[in-house]
């Protein structure tokens, strides 16, 4: 199933059980994606608090989440002192 259909059966109300299982791996599917996102903009030189913005969330919660899950070979932003 593509991600057009998942979203299809996502909203479909009709079959809860395969509406719940669309949603979960549409899930899956926008982590993945937004972590992927997150590199790319590491490696655009972009701060976690740019990042954190264009998300939405706070810069603490972008850095939470991402900053072990990251790729390795990606330099990161240090916070100035």
């Known amino acids: 199933m593509n991600a057009t259909e998942t979203a299809r059966a996502a909203a479909d109300t009709a079959d809860p059980r395969a509406g719940l299982r669309a ?5 899956t599917l926008a ?3 937004e972590l992927r996102q997150v590199e790319a903009a590491l490696r655009a030189d972009m ?6 913005d264009s ?3 706070t810069r603490q919660a972008v ?3 991402y900053a072990k899950r990251v790729d390795p ?3 990161q932003p240090r916070k100035k002192t």
């Not at 949603?23 to 899930?27: E, P, Y």
């Not at 701060?47 to 954190?52: D, G, K, M, R």
């Open 55 to 57: 998300l939405g969330v």
């Open 47 to 52: 701060t976690w608090q740019q990042i954190a």
């Open 73 to 75: 070979t990606i330099a």
């Open 63 to 65: 850095h939470k989440k």
């Open 23 to 27: 949603v979960a791996s549409l899930r």
């Open 31 to 33: 982590d993945a994606l």
